[in-house]
């Protein structure tokens, strides 16, 4: 047996031994059981000690309930309250936008907040209909279009600004490198 967190529970702190030694039935605990084929399973035990007449204890019940189903329900219930969350706080940035750039910006951070991915794109159209990457993240680089075109660019090029994310420590903010090619 193993605790929620996964770690292994030692005999004497697995809920029927405390039900037999504290003389009391356990309420309120979760294990994870390890199955023959590996796979592990939340449950939810109720060991009560058995008495004899005179009071004293001469074995132990226990009913287990496998609550993997109500654990993968909570899991799905949490991830769509992350999205929710996610959308709300994009709706909120969206309004709040003052260029494009903020524009694709916030659509870059609510993907990776409601799909929990590590890449992320967007893209749109220019003005002949050509689907061009316009922002997109991959590990530490963060590549946010800046517009189509412009002085000295070829049509539907695309100007992008590479910004390392804040979470590395002495590297400059922000570069730019024009015509960008992937």
Known sequence: LYGPDGTRLPVDDCPMAMALKEGRPVRDVEVVAERPDGTRAPLIPFPTPLRDASGRIVGAVNMVIDISALKRAEDAAAR????QAALYRFTDRLYRAESIADVYEAS????????????????????????????????????????????????????????????LPGVRDSKTYPNENW
């Not at 769509?80 to 999205?83: F, L, V």
């Not at 680089?141 to 992008?160: D, E, K």
């Open 108 to 167: 870059l951070n609510a993907i990776f907040a409601a799909l929990r991915c590590s890449r992320a794109s967007v893209l749109c159209f220019d003005d002949a209909g050509v689907m061009q990457f316009v922002a997109t993240e991959a590990g530490t680089l963060r590549y946010i279009g800046l517009g189509y075109g412009g002085a000295g660019t070829a049509p539907g090029a695309i100007n992008f600004a590479i910004r390392l994310l804040d979470r």
């Open 80 to 83: 769509r309250a992350d999205e």
